[in-house]
């Protein structure tokens, strides 16, 4: 599964959107792009995935890139619950997952 | 929606002794999994399962480490001879995978954190 490379940290004000980069330059035309996220003591959770068109759900949009090397979690209002570790992960799988050391997203008051 | 079950929470055993952890799947999920996190790091995969057939196994971290699905459902993780480098949390997650080329997103469990003396 290709590497993904995000930012060791980031913070974000409550209530404004959080925008959380990741670059999978060596990513092929077969791998998914994953976004689980892992607050404090509990296990990771899914939070959206996809292969090259954005999404969007009740938690999160997907941005992906035309070229599909990088991919932006957009969290349109954060909440001081939405502080947590956010992991991308790119795979064709869908299971043996690469989570690496994600982003850990502080959101303040 | 009962989740993924992990039992128990936690675990102080001493170097040389066996462990077993316990996992209770989402109940229509068909895949199972175990992943492995240390401090600082995300979660490291395991092994899975479909229904009771283990389909990957190589990523296991020695042969002390096993694990069964002896009947399609519940799961457990075996640590045999357990060394003070196991101390870490272990996660189940389950999925559905109806078919070859559809898996559903993992849900996993609040994981088992073990310490070995």
């Known amino acids: 599964d290709a590497k993904t490379t995000q930012p060791p940290s980031m913070d974000c004000a409550e209530g404004r959107a959080a925008n959380l980069p990741c670059n999978h330059s060596?990513?092929?035309?077969?791998?998914?792009v994953y976004w689980y996220r892992q607050i404090h003591s509990q296990g990771p959770q899914y939070i959206i995935h996809?292969?090259?068109n954005n999404e969007t759900n009740e938690m999160a949009s997907l941005i992906i890139t035309e070229d599909r090397k990088s991919s932006t979690l957009i969290l349109p209002h954060a909440t001081l619950r939405d502080t947590a570790v956010y992991y991308c992960?790119?795979?064709?799988?869908?299971?043996?997952?690469?989570f690496g050391k994600g982003t850990s997203l502080l959101v303040t008051p | 929606d009962t989740g993924v079950s992990q039992d128990p929470r936690h675990k102080i055993t001493k170097r040389g002794q066996n462990v077993t952890f316990r996992c209770d799947p989402i109940?229509?999920?068909?895949?199972l999994y175990w992943y492995r996190q240390t401090l600082g790091q995300g979660p490291e995969f395991l092994t899975y399962?479909?229904?009771?057939?283990?389909?990957?196994k190589s990523r296991l971290l020695s042969d002390r480490f096993s694990a069964e699905r002896p009947k399609g459902s519940f799961s457990t993780l075996e640590i045999q001879r357990t060394e003070q480098g196991d101390s870490a949390m272990y996660l189940c997650?389950?999925?559905?995978?109806?078919?070859?080329?559809?898996?559903?997103?993992?849900?996993f469990g609040n994981g088992t954190r073990l310490t070995v003396t």
């Open positions: 109940s229509e999920h068909n895949r």
């Open positions: 997650a389950s999925s559905l995978a109806p078919s070859r080329d559809y898996n559903s997103p993992l849900h």
């Open positions: 996809g292969l090259k």
């Open positions: 060596t990513i092929s035309g077969n791998e998914y």
């Open positions: 992960i790119v795979s064709n799988s869908g299971y043996a997952l690469n």
């Open positions: 399962f479909q229904n009771e057939a283990q389909l990957e």
